[in-house]
């Protein structure tokens, strides 16, 4: 008889105990159907360690819990540290906010068969805590681009929130994620590499997970921080920089002109070309080394 295929969940966290309860409690829940096995890997971004309370508490109720530290606080060396306690033939990277449908692994493992897809993306829809302003739900601003399953995705639209993939594809990568991406974009930069490999990417409509969005993230203020770290994090990858900048060159004073008409047709329209003179300016900032966003907001 054959044995189940065997799957590592990884988490890296920073002290959020209550997301992560949620999403192993998610986790528990998982339908298999004999099909394949899973584990869980936590990797605590925290120094003093917050997450092993709750790794312990779940490796003995539920299933096999894999505790480990990082303690230098930096996105890419929690994955990598991940990586390097799992030990499935297939691994999964779900963030700490997230929480996945019933049938999320088995829906993305059937998708990565058919397809012979190297790493299969599923969607992450939002779950608000509490009712948000209505210019955020108009805007869309918690929304992200789903498509087909099967779909064929580029590295440039991949990331770690809901992704599976065959463990051998990391064989010829000495570094999975690296550490100059510790604030964000460390996912883009692995694909990137993947994909100059000549690795398969698809996308997977039904592989759901839900995104825990707080009143916090629903401001101006974090949504405009996010867009001017994200754009100083895009400068990190060495694949079009030229281009990049010189388009925001250009757009950052279109944009900037193009504002106060902008206000008159609604806050959902103002706020996504504030978004967008965000990340252009982002940019043009990092290269003049300065950098008003420091740290990764949660």
Known sequence: MKSPVQITVCICTFKRPVFLRRLLDSLRNQETAGAFAFSVVISDNDAAQSARPIAEEFSRESFNVVYCAEPRQNIALARNKALENANGEFIAFIDDDEFPAPDWLSKMLAASEQHRADAVLGPVRPHFESPPPAWVIRGRFCERPEHPTGHPMKWDECRTGNVLFRREILKDLDEPFKSEFGTGGEDKDFFMRLEQQGRKFIWCNEGIAYE???????????????????GRNILKHPVGRAKLLATSLVAVPFYSLALPALFLLGQHRFMRYCIKLCDHLGRLLAVVGINPVRERQL
């Open 212 to 230: 825990t969005v707080l009143p916090s993230r629903c401001t101006r203020s974090y949504m405009l921080k996010r867009a001017l770290l994200r």
